[in-house]
């Protein structure tokens, strides 16, 4: 994961009238035309997924916009998009609360499995890059989390562009009724029930296996966090008891795992 800092090299002229166009999208249809148009010029992208709601309870909402067929809002089940929203959204808040780029790899299959008639074409990664921002206070709950995914490298400066066009998309999203999620099914498989143990994890656990895939010590965890290296010890012991794991390399490995196939 790196944070993106830098503000991309911007012509006036082209955000004013992309600018111009985000402030009175009113329907879903007005949104998606947006961010197929202009906007992909400036910050291309295969799929657009924004999640909102209590992240604590896991009460969430999300809405996915893409032009790739099968990948719409109501053919995508929670079971599957919740683990993406909350990977997201703690990415952001371990960068910070700023913009960041984050190499998903073959997790960016996910949306293409959870999608009805689509899926990465043989031999392609599937989503490669994930340009990650928010808006909210992440101490108090409630934030929604934007996600720019593509199937190629994202261009240099583009976690940068995402944090200047959110505010036009949130603003929208906020004007218009939530699209229909798609309902959960009556059967609970396998699949579901790892979804529901990688739920098991606190916030601040899952905070913490960010940095622990990141490759971070306990001592840097704490400092990162603002906590203890004892407090992150103790927290460590509960996620491996959770994972039903011994060590740090098992639990990075096991939280792959369940991702990959949530």
């Given at each position: 994961m790196s944070t993106m800092q830098a503000m991309p090299d911007v012509d006036p002229v082209q955000?004013?009238?992309?600018?111009?166009l985000g402030a009175q999208l009113r329907t879903h249809a007005d949104l998606w035309r947006w961010l197929q148009g202009d906007v992909q010029k400036w910050l291309p992208h295969d799929i657009l997924l924004v999640g909102w709601g209590d992240f604590r309870s896991g009460d969430l909402q999300y809405d996915i916009i893409s032009s790739l067929p099968g990948l719409r809002t109501h053919l995508c089940p929670a079971s599957r998009i919740a683990p993406l929203v909350n990977y997201f959204r703690d990415c952001w808040i371990a960068a910070q609360s700023q913009p960041c780029q984050l190499d998903i790899g073959g997790c960016g299959q996910l949306l293409g499995e959870a999608g009805q008639g689509w899926a990465p074409a043989p031999g392609t990664p599937g989503m490669r890059t994930a340009l990650v921002h928010g808006v909210g206070d992440g101490r108090l709950g409630g934030e929604r989390?934007?996600?720019?995914?593509?199937a190629d490298l994202a261009p240099a400066g583009g976690a940068a562009s995402l944090k200047l066009i959110v505010p036009f998309i949130d603003s929208a999203l906020r004007r218009m009724p939530p699209a229909p999620m798609k309902q959960p099914g009556a059967e609970r498989n396998q699949v579901e029930q790892l979804v529901v143990?990688?739920?098991?994890?606190?916030?601040?656990?899952?905070?913490?296996?960010?940095?622990?895939?990141?490759?971070?010590?306990?001592?840097?965890?704490?400092c990162i966090l603002r906590i203890s290296e004892f407090t992150v010890k103790n927290h460590m012991k509960s996620i491996f008891s959770k994972l039903d794991v011994t060590n740090?390399?098992?639990?990075?490995?096991?939280?792959?795992?369940?991702?990959?196939?949530?």
């Open positions: 955000f004013l009238k992309i600018a111009g989390i934007f996600a720019a995914l593509s143990r990688l739920g098991q994890l606190s916030e601040r656990e899952r905070q913490i296996m960010v940095w622990v895939a990141m490759g971070k010590t306990n001592p840097e965890i704490g740090r390399a098992q639990a990075v490995a096991k939280l792959t795992r369940m991702a990959a196939y949530a």
